[in-house]
């Protein structure tokens, strides 16, 4: 079984541009997690979809952020536009029930310049 | 809002060594109790989980922790690490009143092994 695939592995974007992250979940998980670690702090949960919809996203900094989880597969989180303080190492997990172990993708690092 | 506070943000050992990395969470009502781990250009993995029952729990590649609620802690112990050990270890908790949907983690501890 393929694990959780986040991509790209590394983006670098100057302030102002926008930037799409993708998660690929574990196939047949339909709880799919976006969190993020800035700047060697704490790993901070985004939201929460429970296939296609938004269960939670109390995490989401501000309205620069938007997660998608179109067809309850794959997810993109885009930041339009980049802030410096966006920068960080976004991650992605999954589970097929809500008290399962949730799994991690290997994040993507995003720096913001 | 529930926090989760490890104290150590690096342990530096000699293989072979016993190891402890602390954790210490703020919850007045039950919690379900974790440590991940990553490894270098990795995601983070599950080690060992508290959800009830016994309050020493053991884990993957020799590790276990132990509950401790009057002390609100969950301390990650192993008895000889080695090397390949060397990696970032998170505690972290759900439950509680953010729910068990969310995963509430610590700063992290960066175990370096050395021979």
């Known amino acids: 079984e393929a694990g959780v695939t986040q991509f790209p592995s590394h983006s670098v974007i100057e302030k102002g541009q926008t930037v799409t992250l993708r998660c690929d979940p574990i196939?047949?998980?339909?709880?799919l997690y976006w969190y993020r670690r800035v700047m060697g702090k704490e790993i901070k949960f985004l939201l929460h979809?429970?296939?296609?919809?938004?269960?939670?996203e109390s995490g989401m900094p501000n309205n620069r952020f938007l997660a998608e989880r179109t067809g309850g597969t794959y997810s993109t989180l885009k930041v339009q536009p980049a802030e410096l303080e966006d920068s960080g190492v976004y991650f992605c997990a999954s589970n097929r029930r809500l008290l399962d172990e949730q799994y991690f993708g290997p994040g993507t690092r995003l720096t913001v310049t | 809002a529930q926090s989760v506070t490890q104290l150590d943000s690096q342990v530096p050992v000699f293989e072979e060594a016993p190891v402890e990395l602390r954790c210490n969470y703020s919850s007045s009502v039950s919690v379900y109790l974790f440590w991940y781990v990553q490894y270098p250009n990795q995601g983070l993995q599950l080690l060992l989980k508290y959800l009830s029952g016994s309050t020493l729990v053991k884990g993957i590649n020799g590790f276990e922790a132990e509950f401790n609620k009057s002390q609100t802690s969950f301390h990650l112990r192993k008895p000889s690490v080695h090397i390949s050990d060397t990696a970032e270890y998170f505690c972290a908790v759900s439950g509680g009143n953010t729910g068990f949907q969310k995963l509430v983690f610590g700063t992290g501890t960066r175990l370096l092994v050395s021979p």
């Open positions: 196939s047949g998980h339909d709880n």
């Open positions: 979809f429970v296939k296609e919809s938004k269960q939670d």
